[in-house]
């Protein structure tokens, strides 16, 4: 036991000294509460056309399916928070994580970094890292591993430091100390919900993805429905509504990743030139950033569906 608790410190000291917000720590076990409420959701088609979603369910709900003799699921928030706005109030706006490189090769890079000291401080430790690229259910390890409660606009909170953060996870092959899940905090607060444009979050604790702007802006392919119009806030990747408008996120404190600073060219670009802008111009702003996801012709469509806002 001693061995396990002094492991777990020196995992969350290290996850810490490469700029980790937090590092939690939950038992590799068969997600038995989410398994029947992510059963439900996909039967509801509250997926839309994310249809990856309705593959490995399995895999979702035990990462010991994932990693071959999991014990540990490892879990580490890294803070995106910005007091940096976009100079022009009537641009398209764009979601903040966005706003600097793409999450997914900074995350990893630190992520490797993290499974390399393991293997160096600790011995022949197995497993993986996940940054949104397999079937792990971040919010909910996150959660049992005492980094938040995943709140009713279905994103994990924080008492300390609210929710404009990444979630990643290894899974390793190694028994380790488990922390113990935090509580609820939302009480009757219903601010996300209220604040919605597209009504997404139909409940508390439940969003039709469907009806979500992240995913009309950059996982739907097709047209965007006509029902979303004047109803779009002005988005055109992404969007922050329900964190921007969460009490818990005025303990937010803006992030010390200079990978996230955003260029003065996206902040600056005025209404006229993201409506005028060229595939030259998107390849240079967006360069490294997670907006190259929604490719040129997304983020035009995008743009054009809701500057025809009346």
Same mark, same amino acid.
């Given at each position: 036991?001693? *061995? ?33 409420? *992510? ?21 979702? *709900? ?249």
């Amino acid at each position: 036991m001693r *061995l396990q608790s002094e492991y777990s410190n020196k995992i969350k000291a290290q996850a810490n000294s490469l700029g980790f917000l937090s590092c939690g720590i939950s038992k590799a076990d068969f997600l038995e509460e989410e398994a029947p409420r *992510l059963e439900q959701w996909l039967n509801q088609k509250r997926h839309g056309s994310m249809s990856y979603m309705e593959n490995h369910f399995d895999k979702r *709900l035990d990462p010991r399916l994932l990693v071959p003799g999991a014990k540990s699921v490892i879990s580490l928030l890294l803070n995106y928070h910005t007091d940096q706005l976009q100079t022009d109030n009537e641009a398209p706006k764009i979601s903040t994580y966005a706003y600097g490189q793409d999450y997914h090769f900074v995350i990893k890079e630190k992520l490797k970094k993290l499974m390399h000291f393991i293997q160096t401080e600790i011995g022949e430790v197995g497993g993986r890292v996940f940054v949104d690229s397999a079937p792990v259910m971040d919010k909910a390890w996150a959660a049992k591993s005492g980094l938040g409660w995943v709140g009713k606009n279905t994103n994990l909170i924080s008492k300390k430091v609210g929710s404009f953060f990444f979630i990643a996870e290894l899974i390793l092959d190694l028994e380790l100390d488990y922390d113990l899940p935090t509580t609820d905090h939302c009480g009757s607060c219903t601010a996300c919900i209220d604040a919605c444009p597209t009504e997404a979050l139909i409940e508390p604790y439940q969003i039709d993805g469907s009806k979500c702007i992240s995913y009309l802006t950059i996982e739907l392919k097709d047209s965007i429905p006509t029902e979303f119009k004047n109803k779009m806030d002005n988005w055109a990747f992404g969007c922050d509504v329900c964190q921007t408008v969460c009490p818990w996120n005025r303990f937010s404190k803006p992030h010390s990743e200079p990978a996230f600073e955003p260029p003065n060219e996206l902040l600056n670009l005025s209404k006229k030139d993201w409506e005028e802008m060229t595939e030259e111009v998107f390849d240079t702003v967006f360069k490294n950033s997670a907006v190259m996801r929604t490719k040129y012709e997304g983020l035009k469509r995008n743009i054009k569906f809701i500057s025809s806002d009346s």
